[in-house]
């Protein structure tokens, strides 16, 4: 591990300045390896510290988006060298808070870095175009507008990569940006705000603030002067957030998670499915949106399936993710484990097989859930239908692709789907099936490129996309000019 990070306060930082909430109260994140060492402390601002982050980052709105969109970048280029020379210590910050392995820490902090670079990078890129006009005497174009101010809230899961694919875009587009974390990053979210402002933004141009959605986050998405809302996170949350936003006539966009399919041909390469399934499904504790769910498996290949995956997941070891021998770490707080472990149980009480895992460490006192596998899942039960966001895999039996199909499609979200197989047509038929944003064939189902675009079809999003080129059509709205 790299350097040892000091418990320490982190403040607001409000109009370029770090500052305590007005009301002096700050709470602590916890490590949920070990519950009783505190990583930090981050302030439980208010109402009134909202207002003045939001205040900041109208008020520098204006000569924000007057800059140059090359010169935009610029700033941008120099957090992801800030961000690259801190990654060890955000990576073991980001380990020690939300319990995700160091390694998978470290991929994750350069990947921030990447992304930071790579929207750095467009602005250098065009962002209009010319469109011939009915009158030869006129020159017709398109220009984009920033939207103003944006309203960042963001989950707990990855609090390096999710914040950054919003703030980079939002912020080369020329909006300015009021940024709240889940709680149980805010630590971990702190820091890549620093790396920002030692990148030297102007003023107000980002402000960061903590505290309670009910008040912070419900407070962004109701307060007048933010322009535009980008979300993830509950799919509950995410549609209170797309009624509220849309009653004022706010911009918004969301991304609420997946109920994700894996299936598994009966021509597929089975050791290169069970290896995907484990990754895609059971890596960051299984605490991915786009993480394996459902293993939907044609019955000539069942058995031999479910045996070479049990034989590798109970070989899995888990622990506090920050020793070479911790495959996968605790759920990433008491709430998240207390949900994970009803959803084992309720899998136990509608019928299903538990075969292994699911088995919990009191005396180890962190949130420790071993990975589960289920078998005997139907199409009705919780565990098929919910998204748990834990490692638990419900091993799904058919006789045809097209009930594969049917079944992968018999959920309300639509975020990932895999197939594996080695037939051209079966990969072609899935493409044009498969009811999901993202969509893979021979490889595990958690995982996008910076550089596509990310988004989910049916209740896993608001049918917007995220990263790479589309993150334009959000935090940009088209104007079309004519001149004559």
Sequence with gaps: MGVT??????LNLIKGKWMPAASGDQRSSINPAA??????????????????????????????????????????????????????????TMTREMGKTFPEAKGETMRGAAILKYYAGEGMRKTGDVIPSTDQEALMFTKRDPLGVVGVITPWNFPVAIPVWKMAPALVY???????????????AAKIVECLAQAGLPEGVINFVTGSGSTIGQGLVDHSKVNGITFTGSEQVGRDIGQRALARGAKYQLEMGGKNPVIVADDADIDLAVDA??????????????ATSRVIVQRGVYEEFSQKLLQKVKGIKVGDGQHENSWMGPCASENQFHSVSGYIEKGKEEGATLLTGGETF??????????????DVTRDMTIAREEIFGPVLALMKVDTLEEAFETANDVEYGLSASLFTTNIQKSLAFIDEIEAGLVRVN??????????????????????????????????????????
């Design 174 to 188: 020329g909006n300015t940006v009021v940024f709240k974390p889940a709680q149980e990053a805010a630590v971990t």
């Design 277 to 290: 399934v484990i990754s895609g499904g059971l890596k960051s504790t299984g605490q991915k949106c786009t």
């Design 35 to 92: 519950p009783e060492e505190v990583v930090g402390y981050y302030q439980y601002s208010t109402e009134e510290d909202l207002n003045k982050a939001v205040e900041a980052a109208q008020e520098a709105s204006t000569e924000w988006r007057k800059k140059a969109a090359p010169e935009r970048g610029s700033y941008l280029y120099k957090a992801a060298n800030i961000l690259e020379s801190n990654v060890e210590e955000i990576a073991e």
């Design 443 to 484: 490889a595990e189902s958690a995982g996008v490129e910076l550089q596509a675009p990310f988004g989910g079809m049916k209740r896993s999003s608001s049918h917007s996309r995220e990263q790479g080129e589309a993150a334009i059509e959000f935090f940009t709205s088209i104007k079309t000019v004519l001149v004559k």
């Design 362 to 375: 009191p005396e180890k006192k962190g949130y420790y859930i071993t990975p589960a596998v289920f078998d």
């Design 5 to 10: 990070v000091q418990k320490q306060e982190y």
